[in-house]
């Protein structure tokens, strides 16, 4: 244990702080002057550190805790709720610029936590896409003008985020606790825990999740179906004239694009037409260019003898008729390829504007027309055979939902009789806490069919009666303070082994009782802490001796200020503190002989 760390307090100095405590301390620490090897941290518990700066009366405190049952003892104002405080100011509790210690810029709360792999914490941290291998820290910054900061392993999160991890990691019962045990709606799922014990309620709880997800999918199917099937029984007369006539149109993929294709070129045709025509008149007929040169050609031909370059010049006409016949025909195959026909210009266009009309129509590419001439075809179809599709859908649902009652009423069973043992269970435990005349009760209760859900068709609270002839009601309305802390020990240790946040917190759970109440408190406190890290703030003697460590907490004055210390004991200082409890300033020798007697 290290209290009062000096020299800590700046930024640095923290991460110092940490990566020297992970390499050189890996000690857990059991008690003033007692440790144990690396090999026990195996075991660890849950809260390893506390860390707590400038908070109220604390200046500078650092707290190694060790699992078992840890006790916190000292006077009355000493400053035991200041560490509580301070604690649910890391676990994200409302942060109260009170907490900042006179003349402190900003109170800083670090808690360290060492947990297995699958703790519930990382799955909710990976969540939140912070993933963390080795110890989870929760941190606060509480400035004095009272804005705050919140952070899990360096990283800043959100108030709520950091509430949520804290109560996956700590749970703390106190005089006006409103969480945990004394919630109504985490009631069934801790009759859940308990009855999978003793009963298999586990696997029951799993098959009516999953007898309710396939009901839930069965219906939904069905109400599609439904849906559709009156959406199309409403518009049967827009659907058979739609699919009439788009199966008339008979629309291919590709169409549109080809024929705008065709068309443009054919357009381009038609404009060159009258060119074309003049051209073709001055090449061909009686008077044109070929029939001139054609002529012109005999007649050199008859006098060619006459000169040399007659002769020549016949050669040349000779070429040019050919050169003009080839011109010809080329023409020929340009208008025939240029399609100006009018006729044939005008189908085209028609059957373009049919094609882009229907896919306006209907809000679509033109492309698209064929798939959907095939899908209006099969809602048309389904509408002849729909009624038959949707009774086949009703029908599995109606199989599904009686599927998920008849799992369902079986959880019930369970679940009343995991009610049962759970209330004998407690039972055991209230005499003994001085609550012998109060009763407990489980409350299974039917709910209607609106609220049935993947956990089952019933919720369960838990009830009490304090007095003989009193009515039952909820924990928090019924019980006293006293009364209240002592049932939520009794459940807590009936609940032992349901799982919980792996550090409880009692605070005065003792309160108002002593003698053989208070021995039976520490018992079953040490008994919870069997199975999980227990730390409990007391005035009792009896409880105290049932710690496996104990600190005291005690408030010191020093150039002119006070400050709260936390003093780790050692088995004689811990015989004097137990003594001081029995016999208050003036410690007897008698007072140390009982307190042998209890920490024996």
Not at 226 to 241: G, T, Y
Not at 408 to 422: I, N, P, Q, S
Request: proline share 3%; hydrophobic share 50%.
């Amino acid at each position: 244990m290290t209290a009062g760390s000096p020299g800590l307090s700046e930024a640095a100095a923290y991460r110092d702080f940490w990566c020297w405590r992970k390499q050189k301390h890996h000690l857990l620490v059991l008690s003033a002057g007692e440790t144990a090897d690396e090999t026990a941290c195996k075991d660890a518990p849950v809260l390893t550190l506390l860390d707590i700066r400038n908070v109220v009366l604390i200046e500078a405190l650092a707290l190694d805790f060790a699992g078992g049952l840890s006790v916190l003892t000292g006077e009355t104002g000493a400053g035991k709720s200041i560490l509580l405080d301070a604690l649910g100011l890391a676990m994200g509790a409302r942060g109260d610029a009170g907490l900042v210690r006179s003349g402190a810029d900003a109170a800083r709360v670090t808690a360290e936590f060492s947990v297995g792999d699958d703790h519930p914490a990382r799955a909710l941290l990976a969540a939140n896409d912070i993933d963390i291998d080795g110890p989870i820290i929760l941190r606060r910054q509480l400035k004095a003008d009272g804005g705050s900061r919140a952070y899990i392993n360096d990283q800043p999160v959100s108030a709520a985020l950091l509430r949520e991890a804290g109560a996956a990691l700590v749970e703390i019962h106190g005089q006006s606790d409103d969480r945990g045990l004394l919630a109504a709606r985490g009631h069934r799922a801790l009759l859940d825990g308990f009855g999978g014990l003793s009963g298999g309620l586990g696997g029951a709880v799993a098959g009516v999740r999953a007898a309710w997800a396939h009901w839930r999918a069965a219906a939904a199917a069905e109400a599609e179906a439904a849906a559709r099937l009156d959406a199309d029984a409403r518009d049967r007369e827009w659907l058979d004239h739609a699919v009439k006539e788009l199966t008339a149109l008979a629309a291919q993929p590709g169409e549109e694009a080809e024929l705008a294709e065709t068309r443009a070129a054919m357009q381009k045709g038609a404009r060159l037409t009258d060119d074309l025509a003049a051209i073709d008149a001055l090449l061909s007929g009686h008077d044109g260019g070929t029939a001139k040169l054609a002529a012109a050609a005999r007649r050199l031909d008859r006098i060619g003898g006459e000169h040399p370059l007659l002769g020549e010049a016949l050669d040349c006409l000779d070429r040019a008729l050919v050169e003009a016949g080839e011109a010809e025909s080329r023409l020929a195959a340009a208008v025939q390829a240029l399609d100006a026909d009018p006729a044939r210009l005008e189908a085209t266009e028609t059957r373009l504007f049919e094609l882009r009309a229907m896919a306006r129509k209907h809000r679509v590419d033109a492309d698209a027309l064929p798939a959907l001439a095939e899908a209006l075809q099969a809602r048309a179809a389904a509408l002849v055979a729909g009624d038959d599709g949707v009774k086949a859908l009703a029908a599995a649902t109606r199989a599904a939902r009686a599927a998920y009652v008849a799992a369902a009423t079986a959880l019930g069973t369970e679940r009343r009789a995991a009610a049962t043992r759970l209330d004998a269970a407690v039972a055991g435990e209230l005499a003994p806490l001085k609550l012998d005349a109060a009763r407990f009760r489980t409350v299974v209760t039917a709910l209607p069919e609106a609220e049935w859900g993947p956990e089952g068709r019933e919720r369960a609270e838990f009830e009490i009666a304090t007095n003989p002839g009193a009515p039952f009601g909820p924990l928090i309305k019924i019980a006293s303070g006293g009364e209240l802390s002592r049932f939520v020990l009794a459940l807590k240790v009936a609940l032992a082994e349901t799982g919980s946040a792996g550090t409880l917190i009692f605070d005065e759970i003792d309160r108002g009782v002593g003698g053989a109440v208070a021995s039976a408190i520490g018992e079953r406190l040490a008994r919870l802490a069997a199975g999980t890290q227990v730390l409990v703030v007391t005035h009792s003697p009896q409880v105290a001796a049932r710690g496996a460590h104990q600190w005291r907490i005690a408030k010191a004055v020093s150039d002119g200020a006070t400050r709260t210390a936390v003093v780790p004991l050692n088995a004689a200082e811990r015989r004097e503190e137990i003594a001081r409890m029995l016999s208050g300033a003036d410690v007897t020798d008698e007072a140390r002989a009982q307190a042998a007697r209890l920490l024996g």
